[in-house]
């Protein structure tokens, strides 16, 4: 059978690895090492991440954004506790009900108008506490970049965690594209998540040149307790681990992942503008990062998707989510736009 290649907008997670990875995974291929984690290109990896995040923190790595997502909240939750989250979250949306399988928590998704939580809306749920009735709300958890491609600011972020602390509560954050959110703030790493109060952070970098390759990182190592046995029942523990370790460190390296990042949200913002010059369509949420939301005739969808695959959002008003990646090139965009005037008789 033929394969055919095609290029598309659905997700950073259809584009292919970056090379440096590639070579990486080469170069860590030749001779034996310890299995499990145990292994000379881990400990490199581990301390690349805190040269970004501080040298007091705790790093596990693990396959996927669904397993830093689920592991990290189970070890910070009873199973009696409830989680805060968005309603677009990937936890409430598209985990398959994982959290509340494995955590024995109760999600209390928060409808919102850009994916970001704010105090006032979380208020809401912050009742019955003490009181046996009631799951009791320990973690706010927050994805950075949001499901609708908007990104906290470092004070939204302060925020959020100065009031989950006050609570007695901890503040999870989903970063699965948190190097498009650094490039977008323009900060590090460590300024928008450990000075600024989260507790636990999923950090992912399959989206931006990775192949299966997620960090949970722990900004406080007393969370961190127990963690290697919930991994480990979780099936998220690596026996060759340094070939996903050593994607960490390739990407980490020479400002790879800045790069990346960098070229994904600017292939964003390039086809935000020329989109936004076609006035049948219509743009949903600012572009602050390497995705764009946008309304668009039902009736083109179609023969878009069949030559540039991306994923319907909102099929009752008629949304699509298109994503850019490191990958993406401005030829890409502009056959693709050329395509949506064509079928729009634009041309």
Known sequence: MERIIKRGFASDNNSGAHPAVLQAMADANAGHEIAYGDDYFTARAIEKIKEYFGSEIEVFFVFNGTGANVLSLKNITESFNSIICAETSHINEDECGAPEKFTGCKLLPVKTENGKLTIEKIKKHMYGIGFEHHSQP???????????????????????????????????????????????????????????????????????????????????????????????????????????????????????????AAHANRMAKLLSEKIAEIPQIKITQKVEANGVFAIVSAEIIPKLQKEFFFYMWDEHRSEVRWMTSFDTTEEDIEQFVALIKKLLDLT
């Not at 009031?163 to 703030?185: P, T």
């Not at 450990?194 to 192949?211: C, H, I, M, R």
């Open 138 to 260: 320990k973690v706010i958890s927050i994805t950075q970049v949001t499901e609708l491609g908007t990104v906290y600011t470092i004070e939204e972020i302060r925020e959020l965690s100065n009031y989950a602390h006050e609570n007695d509560m901890y503040l999870h954050m989903d970063g699965a594209r948190l190097s498009n959110a650094a490039v977008s703030l323009e900060l590090g790493f460590k300024e928008f998540t450990a000075d600024a109060g989260v507790d636990v952070l999923s950090f992912g970098l399959t989206k931006n040149g990775a192949v299966n390759a997620e960090a949970i990182i722990f900004f406080d190592k007393k969370l961190a307790e127990n963690f290697k046995y919930y991994r480990k029942q979780g099936m998220q523990l690596g026996s060759k681990m340094r070939f996903m370790a050593v994607q960490f460190e390739a990407l980490l390296s020479n400002d790879i992942w800045k790069k990346n």
